[in-house]
């Protein structure tokens, strides 16, 4: 809850001005009484609990006003003494606070810009995806080519547009499991489970020429969007996998690398030890690279 404290004591005077916020703005289970409901310890612990979980998901989003009541609630549920039952109030209540709290979380996953998911889902799922996928797992790095100049040119705005539309096209034809993440800046990640590794070079060609081939004259005379793509695979059994999280995303930032020196908007991968890559015009895609 360290975010919280900090958040906290940004103003002398911002606990006085949540305390005279009237509680019912935000549905929590305090309520006009000024008393809590639990049927027994147990459940009041519970409820303490669910309050603490959504204060602290809230106080990630700056959110502090909204952090302070379910804190504060939190405190009251611990340190009261229990008062008679209201199974129905209660099961009403607690409810609630699981939804929000699902709510507030899958906010804290997504990227405000794009609204795909963010680089804090994506650390979570490549913790537990190897070992729900015994058949392989592909990590591909996509980075916009030559963004600079598409916001030096048409603007931020108009960038911030692109951005929007790659990750919706980089999206589509993804297999069972698989996502799409914002890694940072124009730079995005494609998490494909359970297929095998022709399948995953497949996806990011295809991937590639969607975005090569999409209508952006529409969107301002003059934009042309490319992306290049580094795509590094894991064959797993479902025990254990060859790298882990942080190998993976740097394996394949070193075939990004490599898929920009080589002229950019293609797609580079490893076939037994060598850069192979595909999609491009000026050499043979069978013509292995040196990095």
Known sequence: MSGLRD???????WREEAARARLHDLP???HSTGRHYATDSATAAGLAELHEAIAELLASRERWQQAYHHLRAALDLRNSELTP???EQLRHEVNWLRREHARVREQSLRDTLTGGYNRRYLDERLESLPRETPEGLGIALVDLDWFKQ???????VLGDRVLQRVAELLQEELP???FCARYGGEEFVLVLPGIDEATAISLCERARARIADFP?????RGLRITVSIG???DATTGEAVTSGTEEKILGADVLLYAAKQSGRNVVAHRKHGEVHLTGITRRSESSPQNY
């Open 7 to 13: 958040g906290i004591a940004k103003s002398e005077t």
């Open 28 to 30: 929590c289970t305090e």
């Open 85 to 87: 039952p209201v199974p």
């Open 150 to 156: 598409v916001n030096d040119t048409f603007g931020h």
């Open 176 to 178: 069972n499991g698989g």
């Open 216 to 220: 952006w004259q529409r969107v301002a």
């Open 231 to 233: 795509l590094t695979y």
